[in-house]
């Protein structure tokens, strides 16, 4: 099985830098994973493409040394199988609960005897029946890393109990879902996500594994950093391609070009 780069990091205490791409062109995936970036976040809880889609998505991040992240939806624990199946490295598991979903998902993301996950071995991640099934196996649990998404109040006061939970590698603060229903939408600075990530980082220190977040610049990465937040995911392609078209509208509009930019027009109603 592929080497994680991201279990690889975080077993020496090193920063995890992950990067989310929304665009389905197997380019992108191709580019940032080359690019050297530690993983890319592939977000198909709230996108509507295919396994069969993401598994060519996944095939051409493989020329490069990037994992690959994949969020299934809750209590798709069938999909999470195929998704480790078609070459994820990890695992990312939105809105858990408590312990004892997050057991679930340990469940059926590893082979026994650690979990309950079943065998193929026919897929990118043996790859294709080639390394011995013990060996595949034993690879499979040692590489493969589960994400525990934190994403309202109530499942934060179970946090101390998930990190505890064998085979959890990461906790991870979800602020956009946790500010709405917190009922601060949008809110990322307000003093309950503080309070949120400092609560999540005593329980990862406690447990003895990592915690992160998303990050919104890099001085908000350099105040994680100092809270000991070793996963972090800042930067998607959609939001790099707006900035750098606003950019060209911004530099060329003086020069007497005009836009009929529906989008701003929107957000400014």
Not at 72 to 80: H, L, Q, S, T
Not at 109 to 122: Q, T, V
Not at 198 to 227: F, M, Q
Not at 233 to 256: F, H, M, N, S, T
Request: include cysteine; proline fraction near 4%.
């Amino acid at each position: 099985m592929r080497p994680s780069r991201v279990k690889a990091k975080l077993a020496k205490n090193l920063p995890v830098l992950v990067t989310t791409l929304h665009l389905t062109d197997p380019s992108m995936y191709e580019l940032t994973s080359l690019m050297g970036f530690d993983a890319i976040w592939m977000d198909m809880e709230h996108h509507g493409y295919s396994l069969e889609t993401a598994g060519g998505l996944m095939r051409a991040a493989r020329v490069g040394s990037a994992d690959i992240l994949a969020r299934p939806a809750k209590g798709e624990f069938m999909r999470m199988g195929r998704m480790l199946e078609a070459g994820a490295q990890g695992i990312m598991y939105p809105r858990c609960d408590d312990a004892r979903e997050a057991a679930e998902v340990v469940k059926w993301a590893k082979f026994a005897p650690l979990g309950e996950r079943g065998i193929d071995s026919g897929n990118a991640d043996n790859p294709y029946c080639s390394v011995p099934l013990a060996e595949y196996i034993e690879e499979a649990n040692r590489q493969t890393f589960i994400i525990i998404q934190l994403e309202q109040a109530a499942a934060l006061e179970q946090v101390e109990a998930i990190a505890a939970v064998p085979g959890v590698d990461v906790l991870m603060l979800g602020p956009g879902d946790f500010s709405i229903l917190g009922g601060f939408p949008g809110q990322m600075d307000h003093v309950e996500i503080q309070k949120a990530r400092e609560r999540i980082a005593a329980a990862a220190r406690n447990a003895g594994i990592h915690w992160g977040t998303t990050c919104s610049s890099v001085e908000d990465i350099r105040d994680l950093l100092a809270l000991e937040a070793h996963f972090l995911c800042y930067g998607a392609d959609l939001l790099i391609v707006k900035k750098g078209l606003e950019q060209i509208q911004r530099e060329c509009e003086p020069l007497g070009f005009t836009f009929d930019n529906v989008l701003k027009d929107t957000a400014g109603q």
